[in-house]
């Protein structure tokens, strides 16, 4: 059983007939560009002194992440990753994730950090 299935309070039933009900979670819709409220920021730690741009705040589906994620990694020519609702860019691209959004139609982005 994956961490995301658990049944819904019972543990173990003696009836043959019993259907476990399982608790699903429900993907979030997701929001339109302009409704999006990324967090831009710059990250070092416990990553050997490398650099990492982290956009944050999605709110959406997976595919949806999935894709933003792919869009701006190969707008910078870089690698990363994009799960549990951020976007792991490496290096330091701050600037240039900052106007790509802007420019693809997401208007409240900030940039945080130093």
Same mark, same amino acid.
């Given at each position: 059983?994956?961490?995301?299935?658990?049944?819904?309070?019972?543990?173990?039933?003696?009836?043959?007939?019993?259907?476990?009900?399982?608790?699903?979670?429900?993907?979030?819709?997701?929001?339109?560009? =302009?409704?999006?409220?990324?967090?831009?920021?710059? +990250?070092?730690?416990? !990553?050997? #002194?490398?650099?990492?741009?982290?956009?944050? $705040?999605?709110?959406?589906?997976?595919?949806?992440?999935?894709?933003?994620?792919?869009?701006?990694?190969?707008?910078?020519?870089?690698?990363?990753?994009?799960?549990?609702?951020?976007?792991?860019? =490496?290096?330091?691209?701050?600037?240039?994730?900052? +106007?790509?959004?802007? !420019?693809? #139609?997401?208007?409240?982005?900030?940039?945080? $950090?130093?």
């Amino acid at each position: 059983m994956s961490k995301n299935k658990r049944p819904e309070g019972i543990v173990y039933s003696t009836n043959t007939a019993f259907e476990y009900r399982y608790n699903t979670p429900q993907e979030a819709a997701t929001l339109p560009p =302009q409704q999006q409220p990324l967090r831009i920021s710059l +990250d070092r730690k416990h !990553r050997g #002194g490398k650099q990492v741009t982290i956009i944050t $705040g999605f709110t959406g589906s997976n595919d949806d992440l999935q894709a933003l994620g792919k869009q701006l990694k190969s707008a910078c020519g870089t690698g990363g990753s994009s799960k549990d609702g951020e976007i792991i860019v =490496q290096g330091d691209f701050r600037d240039k994730i900052f +106007d790509l959004l802007k !420019r693809t #139609g997401y208007s409240q982005i900030k940039k945080s $950090g130093g």
